[in-house]
């Protein structure tokens, strides 16, 4: 199939971004979207050209590497997967594709596609994550956890924090991200010892990233990859007025 | 050195104890100050705490809402009840009761703003840069435009004030009840505010604009205030939906009313200024 694509091209950080337009010729139905950029940038190369720079590891949906706005949305309007996932027999021939990168401030361009999402992992230092002694392995159900809590808490730790809520955001608000992160700890006995100061410090280093704030148009539950609700954002607005009150009278 | 020391002993400790003592209270005031407004401006610059509050004070506004269509409808069962409420209102708790209220609701509305707009900026500026193709999956056109729906309705809030509240217009103003002339006719007023086709038609597209501004901002404030859950969520679309509808529909029925002619003065006309039903009064005796 033919295909022309309408691709976002940055030299770097600091320097002016530019849609440009790229004819992809001679793509196979069969090839993911990534290969059919692959086969694009070996062209690019061949002609002595500068490839599109773009994100990608494991390619099987597990890592959240892969970025992309295709036609406006992250991950494509497919839904439940993500960019390495989607396959071309997805378009018809002769379609234009706009490709952008994930658009939002806390998640400056580094190159082409590229962008810098290390301002999650600084959210994740700030509260997302358990204390404990990390000697032999425990008894496997030494610590009962209800059915129910067990099956929350694992949605929720099926978020690979690819950025696609804030990228699909029109405030570019991570509340989708902080709130799935939260909850999975939360809602497990684990978590309970640190989970206000889990809450609280999550928040306030999102805000501090300069994320936006939700305005509860669930965009972000329509693309993340991993179907992650926005109940998690509820909870994490509930579990954070509970730890401000704590935090104001202790 | 010593005999300068020990003479002034007596005084200075006395002297400084005091200062001691002031300055200990004063710096406990300071930190009890400090201990309370604290978290009050952490909670401000907080992204959800700006959101609770816009929440908590969007849901003190709808209520206040619901209870003045209440209060509205009864333009319908004619002039006497409408009047009575309306001088009930004016006289509860000694003419103090309506000032609570408005100031209440001027705070709310202050608040609502004041962390709306700053929302809003901030959201602009978070997302930086546009896509050059933009797209959404499933917001809905109310949710798009919510600074913009709550602004004009800030603008007809104010219009609505002058009109009917302050009373600019001295034709509205000077109308007294026939039955008891000293005290306003605020039915014959709404008929004859409403007979204005532009004021009908403002009127109308504001609350049309509000109805879509709960549409979104009652469900909305189900998940920031942390009540939406996977139970509840429908629940609490429809809830949104139904009562911005319900309050649209009570409302815009008395303009409605007004201008089909459902809704009209009595055979008397028009209630007649204060002044002539005192002259006639006084001819009478
Ligand atoms: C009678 C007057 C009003 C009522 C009853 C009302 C009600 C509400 C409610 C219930 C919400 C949802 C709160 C939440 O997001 O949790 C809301 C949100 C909002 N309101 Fe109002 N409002 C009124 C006037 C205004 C005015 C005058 C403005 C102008 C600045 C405004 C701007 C907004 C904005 C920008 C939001 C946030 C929307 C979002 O999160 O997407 N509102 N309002
Ligand atoms: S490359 Fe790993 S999720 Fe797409």
């Known amino acids: ?250 | 050195m010593e005999i300068r020391e020990k003479s002034g002993n007596y005084c200075l400790k006395f002297y400084l104890h005091g200062t001691r003592l002031a300055s200990g209270f004063v710096r406990n005031i300071k930190q009890a100050m400090v201990s309370l407004i604290q978290p009050v401006i952490s909670f401000w610059n907080s992204s959800i705490g700006k959101k609770i509050l816009v929440a908590l004070s969007g849901a003190f506004l709808v209520f206040f809402l619901i209870g003045h269509l209440a209060g509205n409808l009864l333009v319908f069962t004619g002039r006497g009840a409408l009047n009575d409420y309306a001088q009930f209102l004016h006289e509860m708790g000694h003419g103090k009761g309506v000032w609570i209220f408005r100031i209440g609701l001027l705070v709310a509305l202050v608040l609502h703003i004041a962390a709306t707009v700053a929302l809003t900026r901030q959201n602009r500026s978070a997302k930086g840069s546009q896509y050059a193709h933009n797209a959404t999956m499933r917001a809905s056109r109310s949710s798009k435009i919510m600074i913009w729906s709550g602004l004009i309705v800030l603008a007809f809030l104010v219009f609505h004030i002058f009109h009917f509240t302050i009373r600019v217009n001295p034709e509205l103003a000077d109308m007294a009840d026939p039955a008891q002339p000293e005290r306003h006719d605020v039915w014959g007023m709404v008929i004859k505010g409403f007979e204005n086709p532009l004021v009908s038609l403002f009127y109308i597209v504001a609350l049309t604009l509000l109805c879509s501004h709960l549409s979104h901002g009652i469900a909305s404030m189900f998940q920031t205030l942390g009540l939406r859950t996977g139970k509840t969520k429908d629940a609490s679309k429809i809830i949104g939906i139904a009562l911005a509808v319900a309050l649209w529909l009570g409302f815009i029925s008395i303009p409605v009313a007004v201008m089909t002619g459902l809704l009209k003065a009595d055979s008397s006309g028009y209630s007649d200024t204060k002044a002539s039903v005192i002259e006639a009064q006084i001819a009478k005796q």
């Not at chain 1, 972000?220 to 730890?243: F, H, Q």
Request: hydrophobic content about 40%.
């Open chain 1, 1 to 250: 199939m033919n295909l022309t694509l309408k691709v976002w091209r940055q030299a770097g950080p600091e320097s002016e971004g530019s849609m440009q337009t790229i004819e992809a010729e001679g793509i196979s139905e069969d090839a993911s979207f990534l290969e059919m950029l692959d086969v694009v940038n070996e062209r690019i190369v061949e002609e002595g050209g500068d490839p599109i720079h773009f994100d990608h590891d494991c390619r099987e949906g597990i890592c959240g590497a892969c970025s992309l706005t295709i036609n406006g949305v992250p991950h494509s309007k497919q839904q439940g997967i993500t960019t390495c996932q989607l396959h071309m027999r997805k378009f018809r021939d002769g379609d234009t594709i706009w490709i952008e990168p994930f658009r939002a401030r806390a998640f400056p361009v580094m190159k082409d596609l590229m962008v810098d999402r290390s301002s999650f992992d600084r959210i994740i230092a700030a509260g997302g994550y358990i204390d404990v002694r990390t000697g032999s392995a425990v008894d496997a159900n030494s610590v009962p956890i209800p059915k129910e809590d067990a099956d929350s808490a694992f949605d929720s730790a099926a978020c690979i924090g690819c950025g696609a809520c804030v990228a699909a955001c029109k405030n570019a608000s991570a509340m989708l991200f902080v709130g799935a992160k939260a909850s999975h700890l939360n809602k497990l006995p684990q978590g309970q010892v640190q989970k206000d100061e889990r809450v609280l410090g999550m928040v306030r280093q999102m805000d501090a990233e300069g994320f936006g704030n939700c305005t509860n148009q669930y965009e972000c539950e329509a693309v993340c990859p991993k179907e992650i609700s926005a109940d998690v954002i509820g909870k994490l607005n509930r579990d954070y007025v509970a730890a401000t009150v704590k935090e104001a009278v202790k």
